[in-house]
């Protein structure tokens, strides 16, 4: 039997994934082999594993707190949304199919079975494995084949702790309520709270805490006050995309705009890192500003979709005065297919759009067409010469003369597009910016080579250790290691 425990929360964005991340890191820390787990996730923002499947972005950030190779067992059922009411469904790392959501409800028992059976391989080369929940368990009128909740932690047998976010308000209705809907078998499941994002003085929150106990019989593991910190590791999901703007004249101005399917905009965390570096996302409904130094479009889960919102909205002719006025583009993935002048999808693989007119700025066309291209890769950017790594995740394949003006020549082949000037280009790597070197150079060819060279991964690194000691600091991690033992 795996030695586990499950992290479920009272509803969606109460801090479950920084949860296990910050717990993960922290019992790596002390010399156990940990692996993280959730077993149906809902992102566009997704990773690449080691056999070249895919997986939600926060389990491998949770990975690489525990210091282990991306897997796909790490997150067996991921739904990658592409409309307002289908997704794509990846499951052990591969694509099963599109469904909506009637027809996923009736393939639910089947994934089951499937998530159980990672979750038990994952287990066998772990100390412990921390499972990550997905919404709520009291969402009661989804617990019939449930498997993001209480459904996989009693068909898993594991135990559970319940998370609940104060700094949203009304902590108390929301653990207290979680627990009167809940059964009898999940109550017991249930071995104790914790209460996130505190702010102030927390002996004020004493008699809360008291409350808890006395309404539902479970045991505190913790008053975990807000880390302060959170903004440097990657958010799981669009709705948490926000500014930073430093609104001072000598800052760099990035305007992005949030597509409705944007996807992997971790991408921009590197962006949002620098101190010399204005990042503004713009939602629907609102122009984009003038007087950016570059637009940046980011990754789309479709990208067709993408582009007709963006005609809807007006940004299309927002980014073609940019360029006039002197303004510099760059395109991720579907943000590059988007520069060209045509975007085909002649086996609807994106949907009942065939076609769709890009942008125009580069002499290509994209069709997406043949198998999605999952691969770690390295080679050198031809902007600024510096060595660049990341990982391709795409459908599609660029046709035309830009072509021949490629951005980067990798392990692969030649990568992207760039403009004759060299104020319009775009990849299809992601994690281009996490690359310091090259971040520094194409940065500062907005301002006359004075940035500084920040190192991004070493301050991941570092919030995730910190992130630890705040978590061994303010949970009751031996309780918690010692409920996980129990279970078996």
């Given at each position: 039997?795996t030695?586990?425990?499950?992290?479920?929360?009272?509803?969606?964005?109460?801090?479950?994934?920084?949860l296990?991340?910050?717990?993960?890191?922290a019992?790596?820390?002390?010399?156990?082999?940990v692996?993280?787990f959730?077993?149906?996730n809902?992102?566009?923002?997704?990773a690449?594993?080691?056999?070249?499947?895919?997986?939600?972005?926060?389990?491998a950030?949770?990975?690489?707190a525990?210091?282990?190779?991306?897997l796909?067992?790490?997150?067996?059922v991921?739904?990658?949304?592409?409309?307002?009411?289908?997704?794509?469904?990846?499951?052990?790392?591969?694509?099963?199919?599109?469904?909506?959501?009637?027809e996923?409800?009736?393939?639910?028992?089947?994934?089951?079975?499937k998530?159980?059976?990672?979750?038990?391989r994952?287990?066998e080369?772990?100390?412990?494995?921390?499972?990550?929940?997905?919404?709520s368990?009291?969402?009661?009128?989804?617990?019939k084949n449930d498997?993001?909740?209480?459904?996989?932690?009693?068909a898993?047998?594991?135990?559970?702790?319940?998370?609940?976010?104060?700094?949203?308000?009304?902590?108390?209705?929301?653990?207290a309520g979680t627990?009167?809907?809940l059964?009898?078998?999940?109550?017991?499941?249930?071995?104790?709270?914790?209460?996130?994002k505190?702010?102030?003085?927390?002996?004020?929150?004493?008699?809360?805490?008291?409350?808890?106990?006395?309404?539902?019989?479970?045991e505190?593991?913790?008053?975990?006050?807000?880390?302060?910190?959170?903004?440097k590791?990657?958010?799981?999901?669009?709705?948490?995309i926000?500014?930073?703007?430093?609104?001072?004249?000598d800052k760099i101005?990035?305007?992005?705009?949030?597509?409705?399917r944007?996807?992997?905009?971790d991408?921009?965390?590197p962006?949002?890192a620098?101190?010399?570096?204005?990042?503004?996302?713009?939602?629907?409904?609102?122009?984009?500003?003038?007087?950016?130094?570059?637009?940046?479009?980011?990754?789309?889960?479709a990208?067709?979709?993408?582009?007709?919102?963006?005609?809807?909205?007006?940004?299309?002719?927002?980014?073609?005065?940019?360029l006039?006025q002197?303004?510099?583009?760059?395109?991720?993935?579907?943000?590059?297919?988007?520069?060209?002048?045509?975007?085909?999808?002649?086996?609807?693989?994106?949907?009942?759009?065939?076609?769709?007119?890009?942008?125009g700025?580069?002499?290509?066309?994209t069709?997406?067409?043949?198998?999605?291209?999952?691969l770690?890769?390295?080679?050198e950017?031809?902007?600024?010469?510096?060595?660049?790594s990341?990982?391709?995740?795409?459908?599609?394949?660029?046709?035309g003369?830009?072509i021949?003006r490629?951005?980067?020549?990798?392990?692969?082949?030649?990568?992207g597009?760039?403009?004759?000037?060299?104020?319009?280009?775009?990849t299809?790597?992601?994690g281009?910016?996490?690359?310091?070197?090259?971040?520094?150079?194409?940065?500062?060819?907005?301002?006359d080579?004075?940035?500084?060279?920040l190192?991004?991964?070493?301050q991941?690194?570092?919030?995730l250790?910190?992130?630890?000691?705040h978590?061994?600091?303010?949970m009751?991690?031996?309780?918690l290691?010692?409920?996980?033992?129990a279970?078996?």
């Amino acid at each position: 039997m795996t030695n586990a425990l499950m992290i479920q929360g009272t509803g969606s964005d109460v801090g479950k994934s920084l949860l296990v991340a910050g717990i993960a890191r922290a019992l790596t820390n002390r010399g156990m082999k940990v692996k993280p787990f959730k077993p149906q996730n809902m992102s566009n923002n997704a990773a690449v594993t080691v056999e070249g499947g895919e997986i939600g972005r926060a389990q491998a950030l949770q990975a690489r707190a525990a210091r282990a190779p991306l897997l796909n067992d790490m997150n067996p059922v991921l739904l990658k949304p592409q409309s307002m009411v289908g997704a794509q469904v990846i499951l052990q790392g591969k694509i099963w199919g599109n469904a909506n959501a009637r027809e996923f409800q009736k393939v639910k028992p089947e994934f089951l079975s499937k998530a159980v059976e990672s979750f038990r391989r994952l287990g066998e080369d772990a100390d412990i494995v921390i499972v990550e929940g997905a919404g709520s368990p009291a969402e009661v009128n989804l617990r019939k084949n449930d498997i993001a909740n209480m459904g996989f932690a009693e068909a898993a047998d594991i135990p559970v702790l319940l998370a609940g976010d104060i700094d949203r308000g009304g902590v108390i209705a929301q653990i207290a309520g979680t627990h009167l809907l809940l059964s009898d078998s999940e109550k017991q499941r249930t071995k104790g709270f914790i209460v996130n994002k505190f702010r102030g003085d927390p002996t004020l929150f004493d008699d809360g805490m008291s409350i808890l106990e006395e309404k539902t019989g479970w045991e505190n593991f913790g008053l975990v006050p807000f880390f302060q910190d959170a903004h440097k590791l990657p958010p799981e999901d669009a709705f948490s995309i926000q500014s930073t703007q430093k609104n001072t004249t000598d800052k760099i101005r990035i305007v992005v705009p949030v597509l409705p399917r944007i996807s992997n905009f971790d991408d921009l965390d590197p962006l949002h890192a620098e101190p010399d570096v204005s990042v503004e996302m713009i939602k629907p409904g609102t122009p984009l500003p003038i007087g950016a130094d570059l637009i940046l479009l980011p990754g789309s889960k479709a990208t067709i979709a993408d582009m007709k919102a963006i005609e809807d909205c007006g940004w299309d002719l927002d980014i073609k005065v940019h360029l006039r006025q002197g303004g510099s583009i760059f395109g991720i993935c579907g943000g590059l297919q988007m520069l060209g002048q045509k975007i085909t999808d002649p086996k609807g693989i994106e949907g009942d759009i065939p076609s769709i007119d890009g942008l125009g700025f580069l002499e290509f066309e994209t069709e997406l067409s043949g198998d999605k291209k999952l691969l770690e890769e390295a080679g050198e950017d031809l902007l600024t010469g510096n060595r660049i790594s990341g990982y391709h995740m795409h459908v599609g394949e660029c046709r035309g003369e830009a072509i021949q003006r490629p951005f980067a020549q990798l392990a692969s082949g030649s990568d992207g597009v760039m403009s004759k000037d060299g104020r319009v280009m775009g990849t299809y790597l992601h994690g281009v910016f996490a690359n310091d070197h090259f971040r520094q150079k194409f940065l500062s060819r907005f301002r006359d080579g004075t940035i500084a060279l920040l190192a991004f991964e070493e301050q991941v690194e570092k919030a995730l250790d910190d992130l630890s000691d705040h978590l061994e600091t303010h949970m009751k991690l031996d309780r918690l290691v010692e409920v996980a033992n129990a279970a078996n």
